[in-house]
């Protein structure tokens, strides 16, 4: 099969061996993939990841152990958890201590005619989400972890940090909640595409008044934390939403001072990602795909995701 | 009068000018001092501070407008909060904006034989609490602080890094509610000290099982924070209770994956403390007292406190 390979360099691999079918596990036809910010830090070395990439898909069950299950249009949690560990038996599969991720630790991913999940992890994808909408299940359901892990009384100030597909996508989903919310980024042509739900968007840190209650960082950029620290208010809350896979300099002493509290965060729940799209049919989704690649352009595809410009690429045509 | 003073270097001044009486402050007579590694800091250029050192202190009220609080034994609250920003309305005067905190930002300090706070951060000292138990109420309050800021069931399993004052109180303070506390230092004859209410110790953090609930950063070491994040499970809580006044490399990827929750922490309140002193009479607080100087000999007692040997330096017989 074709598959998109990092072996210390990026190429397409025109004949590559399909997985093999597992106990529990489920063979997916892959239709689209996303490629994500995660994807570009892999193939700079982070993780040390080898062998297919790709963690974001929409894809139909071609094969496994429930015939009811067959043909139907899926997405699919990343971490493929023991369920034995301390993590597993207090519902944190996601923090599973032996956990393999679809494409990021240890498990090839989706960016290939056919991946491999255990059936467990894939979630049918209901009929009024459109297959490019439903390729933003991921991402959208990292943006709704935060909801889970901050209780939001809707009464807050909200800074989100960075334009770029997470930060839009944070944006958004705490506007759902929060009335005030300004997005800042760098790109006028990407916070132009963010307008959605009132979000006020700036391209210029000076606009906006320190003091936020929270205040997100998705820039991905090792300055990123603390312009957050600095504009959140004593006692606030900043979510670090991005990995930065180099060590980098900080001053954490106004951490202290201000008694701040950093929440890391990452994946989210793929429900609460498609619930999210049923009660926002309206959440403009498809402006932030930048451009669509088959398959074997995917080299192409990464060069052009790597630009500052892209929010978005997408493989597609896969099968 | 005699005054501790750091103006770019540390000497006492004989011939201070006492500070004069202002509405609603009291004059006190300063009777024991304490040295903190904040002071310590602050004579290596830490927050750009010149002026009378000092913040832990215990004194007699010489002079204010309520006659019955004349001749009070106190220790003081050291921030000076404006009564009317945004932060002291939300009962958050430690935060407040305009803050003046004693011997550390804008005010002279207790390193004196006088010094002045508003009356209203007095708070007088139980007979049963004596002077070298009291000099700890600041630092035992910042301790306390920890259990406002993170409820705490008693079941959790705890690490604290550094075998410092503060590191031993906070292990102490934790140690009243969660029965399994581990303190991680470098020194033996410190952590011989620290041995209280069933504290576990460990010089060597190969003896710690990583993936406790909570860590607390008490070290002041540019390496506690990568240290604590190393030993704390996913989803768990990490303290930040000691400032770095420099920049310092860092590696915050884990914090993300892990999705930690980094909680910097300052100064307790007083009440809290002195609840913590007289209900833990046991609590041997003694023991940390290194060594005690006379104020005429501060330099010489800050050269001692300076020493990775000391917990903590007393100034006294002041006045």
């Known amino acids: 099969m074709k598959a998109v390979i990092f072996n210390n360099n990026l190429y397409v691999d025109n004949a590559h061996k399909p997985p093999e079918i597992q106990k529990d596990w489920a063979i997916i036809n892959v239709n689209k993939a996303g490629i994500c910010k995660t994807d570009l830090e892999l193939t700079k070395g982070y993780m040390g990841f080898k062998g297919i990439l790709g963690h974001e898909f929409i894809g139909t069950i071609k094969n496994c152990h429930d015939d009811r299950m067959i043909g139907k249009r899926v997405a699919g949690e990343i971490n493929v958890s023991c369920g034995h560990c301390e993590m597993c038996k207090k519902n944190l599969e996601r923090h599973c201590y032996k956990r393999k991720v679809l494409g990021i630790q240890g498990l090839n991913g989706c960016m290939a005619e056919y991946c491999s999940l255990p059936l467990a992890n894939l ?31 809707g009464e807050e100030r909200v800074i989100v940090l960075g334009d770029g597909n997470l930060g839009i996508l944070c944006s958004w989903v705490l506007s759902t909640v929060c009335s005030n919310i300004t997005l800042l980024g760098h790109h006028r042509s990407k916070l132009d595409l963010s307008k959605w739900n009132n979000l006020k968007i700036t391209n210029n ?24 620290i600095s504009l959140c208010r004593p006692r606030g809350i900043v979510v670090l939403k991005t990995t930065i896979s180099q060590d980098h300099s900080l001053n954490l002493a106004s951490l202290v001072i201000q008694e701040l509290n950093i929440i890391g965060s990452r994946c989210g729940q793929f429900k609460d990602g498609i619930k999210m799209l049923l009660n926002n049919p309206d959440m403009p989704l498809e402006r932030l795909i930048s451009c669509k690649y088959p398959l074997e352009k995917a080299t192409e595809a990464f060069k052009v995701a790597k630009s500052s410009e892209s929010i978005k690429v997408i493989l597609e045509n896969i099968c």
Do not use: H
Request: charged share 25%; aromatic share 2%.
């Open 123 to 153: 979630i049918e994808i209901p009929s009024e989400i459109n297959d490019d909408r439903a390729i933003f299940i991921e991402p959208l359901s990292a943006a709704c972890e935060i909801l889970e892990q901050v209780k939001l009384s």
């Open 205 to 228: 840190v000076d606009d906006i008044k320190p003091g936020a209650d929270i205040v997100i960082d998705a820039t991905g950029s090792k300055t990123g934390l603390s312009v957050a």
